[in-house]
T-cell receptor
Framework: AQKITQTQPGMFVQEKEAVTLDCTYD???????LFWYKQPSSGEMIFLIY??????QNATEGRYSLNFQKARKSANLVISASQLGDSAMYFC???????????FGAGTTVTVRA | GAGVSQTPSNKVTEKGKYVELRCDPI?????LYWYRQSLGQGPEFLIY????????DSGLPNDRFFAVRPEGSVSTLKIQRTERGDSAVYLC??????????????????FGEGSRLTVL
């Protein structure tokens, strides 16, 4: 079974600064994908970024980038130039290839201060 | 809309009552998932459908929970004899690829806004 660990329950960040959200995972399968989702207060889970275990480069999507360190089994999300609208809960998730189940971490609440 | 639609958005019921939660996935998505999210926690897998059949219901907590997807599109999660511990947000998601991360598809799940169930 896969396990996702997010050790930061809550973080504060100043507007326009960058913030790093930690995620470590545990799996014995060599082929997997890592996902980050954002959940604002409205409740909808919004897909942000994906990293495949065989991807050579770190994934980037606009202000989101993923710091993927395979040997350490970590997949930290970096949000650059934080905006007030980034205040939300962020979840790291993983799925092994040819599986359908997405396993989630406990999440990190980010609060952006003006 | 084009997204995953869940109804009702909020449901308050009394202990012991029967509840149905509905999910309308994105058109063309063959894979459908139900997750349950308790306050301050990450979503927990309940059940997965590929087409009309429940391919994996290992996450259903007990036999009071049941889900159907009779025509391979809309799904209904049914909870009998509700208990206070069933209070949570029930999230539905759909995806194109039921599994496999090859072929340029990440297979990401598209979630609805959830149905918040409160059992008094």
């Amino acid at each position: 079974a896969q396990k996702i660990t997010q050790t930061q329950p809550g973080m504060f960040v100043q507007e326009k600064e960058a913030v790093t959200l930690d995620c470590t995972y545990d799996t014995s399968d060599p082929s997997y994908g890592l996902f980050w989702y954002k959940q604002p207060s409205s409740g909808e889970m919004i897909f942000l970024i994906y990293q495949g275990s065989y991807d050579q480069q770190n994934a980037t999507e606009g202000r989101y980038s993923l710091n993927f360190q395979k040997a350490r089994k970590s997949a930290n999300l970096v949000i650059s130039a934080s905006q007030l609208g980034d205040s939300a809960m962020y979840f790291c998730a993983m799925r092994i290839i040819n599986d359908y189940k997405l396993s989630f971490g406990a999440g990190t609440t980010v609060t952006v201060r003006a | 809309g084009a997204g995953v639609s869940q109804t009702p958005s909020n449901k308050v019921t009394e202990k012991g009552k029967y509840v149905e939660l509905r999910c309308d996935p994105i058109s063309g998505h063959t894979a459908l998932y139900w997750y349950r999210q308790s306050l301050g926690q990450g979503p927990e897998f309940l059940i997965y459908f590929q087409g009309t059949g429940a391919a994996d219901d290992s996450g259903l907590p007990n036999d009071r929970f049941f889900a159907v997807r009779p025509e391979g599109s809309v799904s209904t999660l049914k909870i009998q004899r509700t208990e206070r511990g069933d209070s949570a947000v029930y999230l539905c998601a759909s995806s194109l690829a039921p599994g496999g991360l090859a072929g340029g598809s990440t297979g990401e799940l598209f979630f609805g806004e959830g149905s918040r169930l409160t059992v008094l």
